[in-house]
C-alpha cells in the first residue's frame, strides 16, 4: 500500500456550488466504474486473449528475472492450449516427478495391487525349537511400520512372533535372514545430494523396508540447565548408538534442533536445545535398511520370549544361500492397497514410498529391451516409458532417473505434465483415475497445499502437486474455471536464488486467475 497524502489544512479556496458537486461526484463515479471494469477484465479474464495478458503480466511481476519459468495450461474438454509460456522447455520438476511415478504405478500396477511379505522357516522343529533359520523375504512393502497401524511401528513383526508360537517355535537355532535381492543394491538415488542423507525424506531404498526407514526421536525437557530426555521409536532400539548433547533451556529459550549421523553406519548424535514447555520430534534415517529391519524384529521376537540364537543375516552375506522351498509358512503381511499408498505419496509427497513403487514396476515388470538391473530405479522407468508413451507424453526428451524427485538429474516440460495429466483425468479405468485425483492435495484444504490459496476462488477447487528444492519450485494439476470448465496446468520455476517464496507466489497468482477464468 502507497503512503497517503496529508489532509489539507488549507481551506481558503472558492466554496464549490451544488452543481459543480455533483458533476464532481458523476465523474468520480464513472471513474471508479472504469477502474473497477479494468480490474474486473484483468482478475476475471473472459478469453483466451485476456487470460494471456494476465498470466504475462504475472510473469513478468514475479521477482523472477533471472529464472525460468515454463507454463502451460489445457483445456480438459476441448483438449485445447489455452496458455504457454515456454511450455516445451526442459526444467527440473523436483517432486512434481511423483505425479510420472504413481501415474505410472497405477497404470502398470493397478489400484488394488498389494505387496506380500511372507516369514518362512526353515529347517525342522522339535520340542519348541527350530533347528535351522527364518526366512523374511522382502517384496518392496513401503509402509511397514505404523502409518497405517494407528502409529504401531512394530504390529507386523508381534504378529509374526504370535505366528510362531502358534506354530510351536520357542527358539530359533539359525540366523533371521533377510532376503532383498528383489532390489538392486543401490540404496540411494542417482542424483541426490549426499548432505541430505540423514534426513528422513532421504531414506535409504531396500526391499526390505520399516517405519520409513528411519528412527523417531522424542527429545523432552528436564530442568533448565541440564541435558533433555532422548528416546527414540521403534522401542529405543540399540541398532543405532545415540549420543545425547541436548541442553534443556527456560521457558523462554529458543529452540535450535541439531541432529547428525555418521556416513555408512548409525552413530547418531542430538545437540538439540529444547525449553521448557516445549517437545522436538525429528525423524532420522538409517543406514542399511535390511538389518534395521532385522534387528528390530529380533528384538520384537524376544521381547515375546521367542530367541535367535544365531543372529541376523542379510541373504547376501551367507555363503549359501538357502532355498525357501519346501520351508513352513509362518505367516504373510499383506500391505494395503497401492492406492492408498500413491495416496501418501502425493499428499505428504513422501520420497521413500516413491521410490520403493518404482523399484517395484522395475522388480515385478522389467523391460526385456532394456538393460538395466531388475529391480532397479533405471528398470522401472525402461518399463514406465512405455506407459508414458502410451500417455502421450514425448519420451524422446523426458529424463527421469528417480521416484521421488530428489534427483537434480530428472529433466521435464511443463507440456509433458498436462499431457500426463489430461491422459490420467480421461483415464479409461474409472477406479485408476479416480485414485490419482484423490490423491492429490487440495488446495486450502489438506497435503502440501494446506497452507495455500486459501480464500481465493482456488480453495477446495484446485488439485495439484507440489514440488521443491534449492533453485526448483513446482505445482502441477487441476482447477475449475468460473465457468464450469476443468483446466490442466503445470508451472515450473528453476534457476532462482535464496527462497522459493517468489515462485510460489507466481504458481498461486496462476492458479487463481485459472479458477477466476469464465470460460
Known sequence: ?????????????????????????????FLLLTVVGQVAAQDNPRNRRQLARVIDRLVQDSSLAAASVGISVVNLESGAVLYQHKADRNLMPASNTKLYTTAVALDLLGPEFTWQTPLMALG???????????????????????RYNEGDITAVFRSWADSLVEAGIRTVDGFLIGDDDLFDDLQLGYGWSWDDEPWWYSAEIGALSLNDNSVDFTVTPTLPGGPAQVTWEPINTD???VLNGTRTLPEDGRKDEEYARVRDGNLMTVGTLVPLGRVEEESIAVHNPTRYFLHVLREVLLQKGIAVTGGISDIDDLPVKPDPAGGLHIATHTSPPLKQVVHAINKVSHNLYAEQVLKTIGALLPDTTSDASPGSAAMGWARGRHALGAAGVDTLHIQLTDGSGLSRMNFIAPSMSTQLLSHMWN?????TRAAFMRSLPIAGIDGTLENRLRDTPAEGNARAKTGTFTGASTLSGYVTSAAGTPL????????YRGSSAAARRLQDAVAETLARYRR
Open 1 to 29: 500500500m502507497g503512503r497517503h497524502s496529508p489532509k489539507p489544512t488549507d481551506l481558503r479556496g472558492d466554496t464549490p456550488n451544488a452543481s459543480t458537486i455533483l458533476m464532481k461526484r458523476l465523474l468520480s463515479l
Open 427 to 431: 483415464h479409461p479405468d474409472d477406479s
Open 239 to 241: 541398532y543405532v548408538t
Open 488 to 495: 490442466t496446468f503445470s508451472i515450473m520455476v528453476n534457476g
Open 124 to 146: 525342522e522343529i522339535r520340542d519348541s525349537t527350530l533347528t535351522g533359520h527364518l526366512l523374511v523375504r522382502g517384496s518392496g512393502d513401503p509402509v511397514i511400520g505404523g
